[in-house]
């Protein structure tokens, strides 16, 4: 297993355009998370699942968003009528059900919406 | 709600020298567990460093040592020795305790190593 990988690395695209990312966690892993990431802060929680269930949405995740993990395994997540505001890193990541010995990350997803 | 603050954008520190990043948090929980990750310019975050909040004694992972300080809400890293690839941007993160375990993050610190 290599850890955590995202598909793609980066993505240019219009606005209004539609956009999907891959997430593939580490097999053993059944906790995946998505955050996003802009310029000069932290990351920001967006949601996760547990397996196949989605236990958690942010707020900041608005009708737009959606994710899915079908199957437990990958993830994906889309972003519909993209605006500028959703330019940002897209982070996934990965971790045994506790998590308390925190996430395996993978190196993201920048997204730039032109 | 839970809050993470990491008050020095910035630091810097000369090869070889040692440097403390800090980092606040609030929570009302007692039950909590506390990060520090390391995220170098165009690659993937990485953890450093995790404390149990019940457990008093600091952590410490060969360079890196934490100043855990519960009462205060305090949780300082310590870098020692400090390597130039050590340079990158260092992020705080809470997660608390239970079935839940999304972390919550603080707004990093740049950390620049000088030769």
């Known amino acids: 297993d290599t850890g955590v990988s995202q598909d793609p690395r980066h993505k240019i695209t219009k606005r209004g355009q539609n956009v999907t990312f891959r997430c593939d966690p580490i097999?053993?892993?059944?906790?995946l998370y998505w955050y996003r990431q802009t310029l000069g802060q932290g990351p920001e929680f967006l949601t996760y699942?547990?397996?196949?269930?989605?236990?958690?949405k942010s707020r900041l995740l608005s009708d737009r968003f959606s994710a899915e993990r079908p199957k437990g395994s990958f993830s994906t997540l889309e972003i519909q009528r993209t605006e500028q505001g959703d330019s940002a890193m897209y982070l996934c990541?990965?971790?045994?059900?506790?998590?308390?010995?925190?996430?395996?990350f993978g190196s993201g997803t920048r997204l730039t919406v032109v | 709600a839970q809050t993470v603050t990491q008050s020095q954008p910035e630091m810097s520190v000369q090869e070889a020298e040692t440097v403390t990043l800090s980092c606040t948090y609030d929570?009302?929980?007692?039950?909590?567990?506390l990060f520090w990750y390391k995220q170098p310019p165009s690659r993937q975050m990485i953890l450093v460093i995790r404390?149990?909040?019940?457990?008093?004694q600091n952590a410490t992972e060969n360079r890196f040592s934490v100043n855990f300080q519960k009462a205060a809400k305090s949780f300082s890293l310590k870098i020692s020795d400090s390597q130039l690839g050590d340079a990158a941007m260092y992020f705080c993160?809470?997660?608390?305790?239970?079935?839940?375990?999304?972390?919550?993050f603080g707004t990093g610190t740049l950390l620049a190593v000088q030769p």
């Open positions: 990541a990965s971790s045994p059900e506790d998590g308390v010995y925190g996430y395996t």
């Open positions: 097999s053993e892993h059944n906790r």
């Open positions: 699942f547990q397996n196949e269930a989605q236990l958690e």
């Open positions: 929570t009302s929980e007692s039950d909590y567990y």
């Open positions: 404390q149990e909040a019940y457990k008093q």
């Open positions: 993160a809470y997660r608390r305790g239970g079935a839940t375990n999304k972390l919550i």
